[in-house]
Structures are given as C-alpha cells and as structure tokens.
C-alpha cells in the first residue's frame, strides 16, 4: 500500500513538472554543429534519399549515435511566439558519408518536414571518425502535436538510420499556455436583448493584433453552427459583436477562437439550466395518430404519458409509457382527449404539457344513469371509438382495482351494469377508456351509491363524482 501512495505522489510530481516546465527560448533558428566542424543545411525534397542502398563494409551499422528531441520557443517583438522542434544528434565522421538528413513527420496531419545538413569534404576527411554533435532548430510544430522524427545518412545506407516519436506540449504547460497563440482563447463576456433577440458578446484577454473568430452554436457531441460566425479584427478598437439567435436553448452557447490554424477554443453556455424550453417541442399526426417529442437540445429526461386530475395538480403516469432520451419520444395510436398530456422529468424536477388541452382535437365523454339496482353508463365522441367499462373499487390515487367484468361498448350504445350491495360504497368507481388505441386516458364516475332509483351519476372530469338528486343526465369528459 506504501509503494502503490510512493507511485501516485511521483506520478503527481512527474505531471506537476511537465505542465509547469520552462520551454528555452530562441530569437533566431539554425543549425550548428560541433567546434571545428563546417556545415550547412538546405530544405531537403530528395526523392532519391528515400531509397536506401547496402552500406560499405567499412560503415559502421552504429555510425549515428544518439538522437534527442526537445521544445524551444521562439519569439520575435512585434510577432507571436512559435514552437518549434530542438533536435538534437550525434554520429562519427566517416568519408562515405557526406551529410544527414533529418525529417519531421507529423502523424496527425500527414505532412512533413526534411533538411538536408552537409559537412565540408575536406574536413571530414581530415575529422574522420570524430564524433560530432548537430542541432537543428528551424522545424515549426504546433501545440500538442504527435511527431515522428528520423535521422539517417546522405547518401542513405539502410539499417543506417534513427527515428524517434515526440509529443508537443500542449496548452497545459505554463509557458506553452502564456506565450503560444493557439492557447490564449480569450474571455468572453455577453449581453442578452431579448426584445430584438441578439446577444452582445465582449472579448477581452486576447493577442491584441490578431483576429478572433465568435460564434453561436448548439452543443451536442459537438458545437454545431448556429448562423455565421462574426470576427474581430485585430486593428478593431473595439473588441465586441452582436450575433442574433432564434430560441434561447440549454445547448446554446458562445465560441471563441483566435484566426490561427489549431487554436483552442473557449464555449460559453449561459443557458444550460434553462430547460423548460425543450418540453413545447410536441408534435401530433391525426393521420397516424401519433404524438412525438424531439428535443432541440440534448438533454436527460424521462418522459410519461399520463392523466391529468380535475385539480390540475398532478399527473398521473399511464402504464407502460415510460421512454427516456436520447432516442426520439414517439407514442403511436394516441387517444386526443384533453386530459391525456406528456411528463418529463429530470433532475431539476418535472413539467407536464397537454397537447390536447385547448379542444383543437375530438375528444369523447362518458355518463352515467342509475335504474333500479343497474348503472347504465353511455358514450359520445364525434369519431368512432371503441370503449371499455367496468366496477372498481378506488383504493389509492393513481389504481382502481376491478371488482367485475369487463364490458365492451361502441359510441352511440350503452351498456348496463348490475350492482350488488357488496358494491355500493364510497370508493366504488365506474372505470371506462378506449380500447381502439395503445394509450387512452382512464376516466372514472366515482361515489356510486345504490337504492336511488332514477338518479344519474356524472361530472365533468376523471376525479370523484357527487352523486345528485335529479333526473338529468351528466356526462363525464
């Protein structure tokens, strides 16, 4: 256990010191060599150096003897700072060779950079077999870049060569995070007009002569384009845009970037909490009759089907209608009465919308009529539709347990249900719902009291009905 807390320290160190490592800095690139020994370097674009050929007898296999790779940063007043490779090599001279080739390839976008470094002849062949150092700084790298960079001979003598990876580092690094273009993204500060929907986005902690790019965009696994994106010029005294929007979603936020190529970015969500917007997003087909709800925003939701009550205060959920984001809400063969509505729920709490509500769509009512010891129970809808109805004994809010048959009724007929005195009570309920679709809202006729011959029974709502002393018929919808 004392070793494995020894590793995790060290480990913490070793990440400490590489995000907090000062990065040597250079004002010119180059190529030097060991004192005493003359050479230059040119940009190499030898095709024929690609191709190897056997090495003399003579050659040494070990002719290049170490090879290391380093960072350093390179600033110029009056230009943003770069980052380019330190490499770093070793070999002994020898008369067959008559220089070194060195290449950086970058293995994220394929491209790749060669040198060609010679040695005067007449010195290397008065230096042969001395070991000399080469360095060569001029090759520019970006942050956090994987590179792949290898070292071989002029003219390449196979099995003559050495390569090695390298990792740039990224904007993590202290120096790297200060002095690098591509990391300082920036700070963002924003306004909103509601009233001519346009967000006022400020920039600020930015190179002052560098253009910057703002936009809106949408964040799902990525930030995907709202509009165009408006850029600041880095002559512009003024570091601000107006960029307009169409909704104010969770997902929407504000990105900004510096115009260099690889720059990090900065996103700003100022409406990440404001998720009540996502719920109106509910669409029904008559035709098909299905009801469906596709969020604009990603977003972690439950989603119910349920019955609203007569009080409007709760919801109760209707079985088997539970569906849960990311995959699309759809709810086939709907019943459209007003009180069937959608509940989401999410860690901030539940919404309940009813897309029925306002009477655009038919809806069905149920009534009641006691004769003797029978309850007559009638429905009307404006289309066709099939019912169910049956005695239950309410128990609890959201069950009614059945206490008899089902029975089967169209619109325009009624059907008549005998009533014992074991089911006459206070939580004795007349339950009816459509059985011509997958989701219909259960309505009930509550407080049925038996001996009151001619009496009806109704009200206007699925909540507990009073029981009435007069011949008129009530319906319940």
Excluded at 117 to 125: E, H, P, Y
Excluded at 441 to 467: E, W
Aim: glycine letters at 4%; one cysteine or more.
């Amino acid at each position: 256990m004392m070793i494995n807390i020894h590793v995790q320290i060290l480990l913490i160190i070793l990440l400490w010191n590489s995000d907090c490592q000062i990065i040597p800095r250079i004002e010119e690139c180059g190529l030097s060599c060991s004192q005493g020994v003359h050479c230059k370097s040119k940009p190499s674009s030898d095709i024929f150096n690609s191709f190897c050929h056997a090495a003399p007898t003579s050659l040494s296999s070990t002719i290049l003897k170490s090879m290391k790779i380093s960072t350093v940063i390179k600033c110029v007043q009056g230009s943003p700072c770069s980052l380019h490779l330190n490499i770093k090599g070793s070999l002994s001279l020898d008369e067959n060779i008559r220089g070194l080739e060195i290449c950086s390839l970058s293995l994220d976008t394929q491209q790749s950079q060669c040198t060609n470094v010679r040695f005067a002849r007449k010195k290397s062949k008065m230096l042969n077999g001395k070991k000399v150092q080469v360095q060569f700084n001029c090759f520019e790298v970006n942050v956090a870049q994987h590179i792949y960079v290898t070292m071989k001979t002029v003219p390449n003598y196979c099995d003559v060569k050495m390569s090695q990876e390298y990792y740039v580092e990224d904007c993590k690094n202290s120096d790297v995070g200060k002095y690098i273009p591509a990391c300082l993204a920036g700070k963002l500060d924003y306004n909103v007009e509601r009233a001519k929907k346009i967000i006022s986005v400020n920039v600020s902690n930015f190179l002052r002569d560098q253009d910057y790019y703002v936009r809106l965009c949408h964040k799902w696994f990525t930030c995907e384009d709202v509009g165009q994106f408006a850029v600041i010029k880095g002559k512009d005294a003024l570091k601000s845009v107006s960029l307009k929007y169409s909704q104010l979603l969770p997902c929407l936020c504000i990105e900004g970037w510096l115009a260099v190529p690889d720059a990090r970015r900065i996103q700003l969500c100022p409406f990440e909490n404001d998720t009540k917007v996502l719920w109106d997003n509910i669409v029904y087909n008559p035709a098909t009759q299905t009801l469906a709800w596709e969020p604009a925003c990603p977003v972690l939701v439950t989603v119910n089907l349920c019955r609203l009550t007569k009080s409007n205060d709760h919801c109760e959920d209707i079985q088997n209608s539970s569906k849960h984001f990311p995959e699309k809400v759809k709810y086939s063969r709907v019943d459209t009465h007003p009180r069937l509505c959608m509940k989401f729920t999410t860690k901030q709490g539940s919404w309940v919308k009813c897309p029925f509500a306002h009477g655009e769509f038919p809806a069905w009512k149920m009534r009641t009529a006691a004769v003797a010891d029978q309850i007559q129970v009638f429905f009307t809808s404006q289309t066709k539709a099939h019912f169910s109805v049956l005695v239950c004994n309410k128990t609890q809010l959201a069950s009614c347990d059945s206490l008899g048959m089902h029975h089967s009724v169209s619109v325009g007929d009624s059907v008549s249900i005998t009533m014992s005195q074991e089911m006459c009570g206070s939580t004795i309920c007349i339950q009816g719902w459509r059985t011509d679709v997958d989701y219909s809202v259960p309505l009930q006729i509550c407080d049925i009291h038996c001996g009151f011959r001619g009496h009806t029974y109704g009200n206007g709502s699925p909540a507990k009905a009073m029981t009435h002393r007069m011949k008129s018929m009530h319906s319940l919808h």
